[in-house]
């Protein structure tokens, strides 16, 4: 199971995520769980919202002499202009190549002095922008953390250059088997709806954005108001109050709009598409919508997908399709929970002239897994590595400050910090199988592969499985 909000943006090394890689990120950020270590005081951050409407969460930390802050945005590519795919992705970018007093140049000059981390990055649901410093270079650091959020120029030569870059990264990825795929199965399952493309845009997407456009997007969407500051590190609350207070106090709401709700993504139907390239092996992502992250089974969803395809090489895909019949390279299952809705996907490499047969015995893992149920051993062992190991998601003040703006951008609650090992511990046998029959659909699955069709020969999907609901499509080289 993924969740999460945006992801970052390293400064210093100008990496830009592209279609399915930043995608992949956005998602697979975090498990949202936190475990203290045995014997320690429960974490307990601290919440209030200023004046403006920021929604700030706090956690002293006085371990080491650094703080780190991330402020999360709740706009993200999902509110991203038909035509204009990639916006929100570009203005994040943006934010550190120019504001109204320093250049990119003066920028990376300033955070390289300080020995600080300087990010920003966009999500399906929200954009981000993060700080790691010192304590004793904080002010410097807020000083250039408050001038990328407040003041960013977008200049147009930055944009054309940033723009290119991420252009040559999707042309780059056409080479990439998995990411090609998963491009093409993304767009297939979503339609024309929100979560259908990539992050990044498209590269027919990209060069119709225009300068105004981003400025635009940032008036809108980047406002006290549709924030969350979390704050972790060698501070009190005190000092954090007069810290937002100095650095953020002049930060207005403007008349932009309140961020639309998204609508949860309706079904599509069942699709197959089929991609040529000259390979020894298929690449094949198949599956369908999945569940939003506020969905309350998303805890039985948890446990279940560990033990279908999410637990590497103790789940049943892996044992069966790897280990025993020896079909693929590679298993796994993954339900991705987002804001409005998500998706389940099953991905597997095997040789072109087994796909047929991983397709098909993916699929019979499935059946047998929701006819049968799990074992009181599977479930046990499941529950043991996923609250075993909650401690490693909250092992840095990194980790933290993302926890806790995806506690509050989920509206999950402080007290998620401790319910959530106790509600993996509750799932029993009968919710496994429940949430196995309810969320997953071997029959109504969208199925792309990347092969070498000739030797592939990938089976119309009416052989594939039971009857289809939709009228076999044309396959599309």
Known sequence: MTASPAPPRCRHGRARLGGVAAWAVA?????????????????????WVTKPGVVVLFLENHSLPTVYLQLLIKAGGALDPKGREGTANLVASLLDEG?????????????????????????????????????????TGMVLFSDELLHPTFPEEELKRVRQQIIGGLIAEEDEPEVVAHKAWQELVYGTQPYHHPISGYRDSLPSITRQELVDFHHRYYQPRLAILAVVGDLTRKETEQLIKKYLGSWKNTDGEEVPVIPAPKPTPPDTKLIDKELTQATIVLGHLGIARNNPDYYAVTVMNYILGGGGFSSRMMKQIRDDDGLVYGVGSSFNAMKAGGSFAVVMQTKNATANRAIEEAKTVIRKYQADGATQQELDEAKDFLIGSFPLKMDTNAKLVGLLTALEFYNLGLGYLN??????????????????????????????????LSAAKIAPPAAQGPANPSPPPTAKP
């Open 419 to 452: 319910d959530y090992p106790k509600k993996i511990a509750a799932v029993t046998l009968a919710d496994i199988k429940r949430v196995a029959d309810r969320y997953i659909h071997p029959d109504r699955m969208t199925l792309v592969v990347v092969a070498k």
């Open 99 to 139: 504001t109204t007093t320093r250049t990119s140049q003066q920028i990376a000059e300033a955070v390289d002095f300080i020995g600080a981390s300087l990010s920003a990055g966009a999500g399906p649901d929200s954009s981000s922008l993060s700080l790691s410093v010192l304590k004793k270079d904080l002010p």
């Open 27 to 47: 998602v697979g950020f975090l498990f949202l769980s936190v475990v203290p270590a045995a014997g320690a005081a429960p974490i307990k951050p601290v919440r």
